[in-house]
């Protein structure tokens, strides 16, 4: 069973441009979410979708925002990068229902901000 | 506020012998789950093991056990025989299990360091 994947690995933007993160959850899994990972300060929750809606969204600003798509992937959108979005982008995935209450994490997307 | 703290950002272990990462948190629900997260150098996390807030037994996975204490909001993970591979970030986490309320809070993380 393939597991949570994120595109791209790495990414460089410089300040100001805008950046789409992907990730493509565990076959089955409705729920996407999306944690920043900044040095030294461990996951910070940002969004949440499931069944292709936004749930629930962490404290960042709006600049942060993101879909689910029919297929359960995932787009997060930043726009207006500023040097402090430097960081790892994590995306989980979670099946829904049951006792089934494990976020299955992808290898995370490294951006840094110039 | 619900938080996760982790007072200790690193940690370091003889091989073989066994450690303890400790986690408290803050909440005022009474159903929840919590868990630990093993996060090694090639980034990936998984999950190392988890506890229902309802089972006052702990929960043991191999080499891995937690020692929960609701009352204290205590949530500390052992490690015993610590194998070389044991050595990343720890991340401790937790959830509330409210209907509709599924967003998971961690911690900042130990880094475990394992000395040969």
């Known amino acids: 069973e393939a597991g949570v994947t994120q595109s791209p690995t790495h990414l460089i933007k410089t300040r100001g441009q805008q950046v789409t993160l992907r990730c493509s959850p565990i076959s089955g899994h409705t729920s996407v979410y999306w944690y920043q990972q900044a040095l030294g300060l461990g996951l910070q929750f940002l969004l949440w979708y499931d069944e292709g809606e936004e749930r629930n969204r962490g404290n960042f600003p709006p600049r942060f925002s993101g879909r689910q798509f029919p297929n359960y992937s995932s787009e997060l959108n930043v726009n207006a990068l500023e040097l402090e979005d430097s960081a790892l982008y994590l995306c989980?995935?979670?099946?829904w229902g049951g006792g089934a209450d494990t976020q299955y994490f992808g290898p995370g997307t490294r951006l840094t901000v110039l | 506020a619900q938080t996760v703290t982790q007072s200790q950002p690193e940690m370091s272990v003889q091989e073989a012998e066994t450690v303890t990462l400790s986690c408290t948190y803050d909440?005022?629900?009474?159903?929840?789950?919590l868990f630990w997260y093993k996060q090694p150098p090639s980034r990936q996390m998984i999950l190392v093991i988890r506890q229902e807030a309802y089972k006052q037994q702990n929960a043991t996975e191999n080499r891995f056990s937690v020692n929960f204490q609701k009352a204290a909001k205590s949530f500390s993970l052992k490690i015993s025989d610590s194998q070389l591979g044991d050595a990343a970030m720890y991340f401790c986490a937790y959830r509330i299990i409210r209907s509709g309320t599924y967003k998971y809070i961690f911690g900042t993380g130990t880094r475990l360091k394992v000395l040969a």
């Open positions: 909440t005022s629900e009474s159903d929840y789950y």
């Open positions: 989980a995935s979670r099946i």
